[in-house]
């Protein structure tokens, strides 16, 4: 797959007047849609995407008097550029059907999504997004079953048509959602995951957790094998002990992942950047100051620290103490800006992990 581009929607950027001077376009950096444009018809672009790991996704179609601009050159495409374009969820194959689809307008183009029973997404003018299922559909307006956490709503959401901008088609998480639906099957935990939420300072980070098999632990830290959205290994981590603030092995969002999981290993995908066997756990597990005193200054590491707006930092140990180290931040995919960092106050250190790789990556080609 080639020729990727970025689109950004007239709904992902936000202007700003400052004293009556002509104003200022801010673009949110994580809002955008990427991969190549198979068509555009009726008034819509048919993209079909590629996510950050290079894998094939679904097919997104795109109001085209919505879109704020079309980019084939930044920082982002670069950087998704260097990643081999994967198929190990079959999307090409999936896609196919949703590509022959014939549609004039809104309304055919959500007949064909209702007729087909499929989870969907749907961007609107406002930038909201809804993720449901179709339960009603007239020329105005469209009702869906929310997705929410692990189930879904009893009452449905009604969405007026003008209003949509983009729908979202085929997503591999989608698909994985409504099939766990359609098991009717209880997992229960017996891959022994646990689900941790960390002493944050922040409200809005509130709520965060992660999700993993405990590998080993000792008084003061553990190794963590933490999962990805899908049920794939994303990170082996040692987490500070003394910054959980809860831990549980038993919930429903647990019994989801023991499915993704499960689906993962049996398509041949848990494990796509093969972290398991990329560090060497034997012994005792390493603190985190010992971590980063011997972590190579070329390499990129990512930590998760407590007093930070956003806590999970990529970059590179430009310098450490007994008290802490000094960070460059691998931001925007450049390294620019340093952050400080006390070690009492850094939750987690990844020993090896996807983003890590992609990043180390692309800074190597870069030069």
């Known amino acids: 797959m080639n020729n990727l581009v970025q689109i950004t929607l007239n709904a992902d950027q936000e202007k700003y007047n400052l004293d009556g001077d002509e104003s200022i376009t801010f673009i949110d950096a994580n809002s955008y849609y990427i991969g190549q444009i198979i068509d555009r018809h009726h008034g819509w672009i048919t993209l079909e995407s590629v996510d950050q790991d290079g894998n094939r996704g679904g097919v997104v179609f795109i109001k085209e008097d919505q879109v704020a601009k079309i980019e084939d050159n930044t920082p982002t495409l670069h950087y998704y550029a260097l990643a081999d374009i994967k198929d190990p ?85 989608n698909r994985l959602f409504i099939h766990y639906l359609k098991q009717h099957k209880d997992y229960g935990n017996d891959l022994e995951l646990a689900e941790i939420y960390f002493d944050y300072t922040f409200d809005d980070q509130f709520g965060s957790f992660a999700i993993g098999r405990i590998v080993k632990y000792d008084d003061e830290n553990m190794i963590l094998e933490s999962l990805n959205d899908l049920g794939q290994v994303e990170s082996i981590a040692v987490i500070a002990r003394n910054h959980i603030a809860h831990l549980t092995e038993e919930s429903e969002r647990l019994n989801y992942f023991n499915y993704l999981v499960n689906w993962q290993k049996e398509n041949g995908s848990f494990d796509p950047d093969h972290l398991e066997h990329s560090v060497n756990l034997q012994g005792e597990i390493r603190s985190i100051p010992e971590v980063i005193e011997e972590w190579p200054e070329d390499k990129i590491i990512k930590v998760s620290d407590s007093i930070y707006h956003y806590p999970d930092r990529l970059g590179l140990i430009s310098s450490y103490n007994d008290d802490g180290f000094d960070l460059k931040i691998a931001t925007e995919y450049a390294v620019g800006d340093v952050s400080d960092h006390d070690y009492e106050d850094v939750i987690s250190v990844d020993l090896a992990g996807s983003e890590m790789i992609r990043m180390q990556k692309f800074l190597d080609n870069r030069g």
């Open 89 to 173: 969820f079959h999307m090409k194959q999936l896609n196919t059907k949703v590509l022959n689809w014939d549609f004039t307008n809104i309304y055919d183009l959500l007949l064909n999504v209702a007729d087909s029973q499929l989870f969907i997404t749907f961007e609107t003018k406002t930038g909201i997004n809804y993720t449901g299922l179709i339960t009603q559909l007239d020329k105005d307006e469209i009702r869906i079953l929310e997705k929410n956490e692990q189930t879904l709503e009893q009452y449905a959401t009604v969405i007026p048509l003008a209003d949509i901008v983009c729908v979202d088609i085929n997503s591999i998480d």
